[in-house]
């Protein structure tokens, strides 16, 4: 079955933690998108890379980190610097360059106490 | 102008009827405009997408509407379903020099099919 996979489905940590959000795809997708979604609100580009070793940041970058060592891997770090993390997180790929379809993990929900 | 202006943020309608959801932008360096449906705690498919050098684009019961001069598209659900029930984003897309697809997503509208 190919597609992409979020881990885990929800997360609990508590204010001032680091948390690393899990996105793996075995689509041979060359380009890897991370999103942000608030109720009522539509997706916000966290980061995105287009190829392994690279990464650019996207419209809300702050607070995040983001690493791309292996082309199916593109684990997300949520650091004690974001000031509000609680929210949906949905990871994405493409085929690559140019590419209009961006395919979706099924998200983890984050929940910071 | 990087935004995208969706509405209505919420819609019933009846079994078998048409459901039209708007979306309004304002960089013309968009050129590619999907739209994207996502079912509760699941991640957006796409459903539907055009590109601005046509004005209608039909796919079974999903028509997307698109006028360039207005900088307006819609999304037109034809015989709808409690299946279709669910939220729909538009969005736009612009490419980076470097060919990165930069998505622009509207808030979205939670869309309830009444049966």
């Known amino acids: 079955d190919g597609g992409i996979t979020q881990s885990p489905k929800y997360l609990f940590r508590k204010e001032g933690q680091n948390v690393t959000l899990s996105c793996e795809q075995n689509?041979?997708?060359?380009?890897m998108y991370w999103y942000r979604q608030d109720p009522g609100q539509g997706l916000r580009l966290i980061y995105y890379?287009?190829?392994?070793?690279?990464?650019q940041k996207g419209d809300i970058a702050e607070g995040y980190s983001v690493s791309r060592e292996k082309k199916e891997s593109f684990p997300l770090t949520v650091t004690s610097a974001q000031k509000n993390p609680t929210a949906f997180y949905l990871c994405?790929?493409?085929?690559?360059?140019?590419?209009?379809?961006?395919?979706f993990g099924p998200g983890t929900r984050l929940t910071v106490l | 102008q990087q935004q995208v202006k969706q509405s209505p943020q919420s819609l019933i309608v009846q079994k078998g009827g048409i459901s039209i959801i708007n979306c309004a932008y304002e960089?013309?360096?968009?050129?590619?405009f999907p739209w994207y449906q996502q079912f509760p705690g699941k991640g957006p498919a796409l459903l539907i997408a055009?590109?601005?050098?046509?004005s209608e684009k039909k796919e079974g019961r999903f028509t997307i509407s698109f006028n360039k001069s207005a900088k307006q598209f819609s999304l037109h659900i034809m015989d709808s379903q409690p299946g279709d029930s669910a939220t729909y984003f538009c969005?736009?897309?612009?490419?980076?020099?470097?060919?990165?697809?930069?998505?622009?997503f509207g808030q979205g509208t939670r869309l309830t099919i009444n049966p």
């Open positions: 960089n013309t360096a968009f050129d590619y």
């Open positions: 994405a790929s493409s085929i690559g360059v140019f590419a209009d379809t961006q395919y």
């Open positions: 969005a736009a897309s612009m490419w980076s020099p470097q060919g990165a697809q930069k998505l622009v």
């Open positions: 055009i590109r601005p050098d046509v």
């Open positions: 890379s287009q190829i392994v070793n690279d990464f």
């Open positions: 689509l041979n997708h060359d380009a």
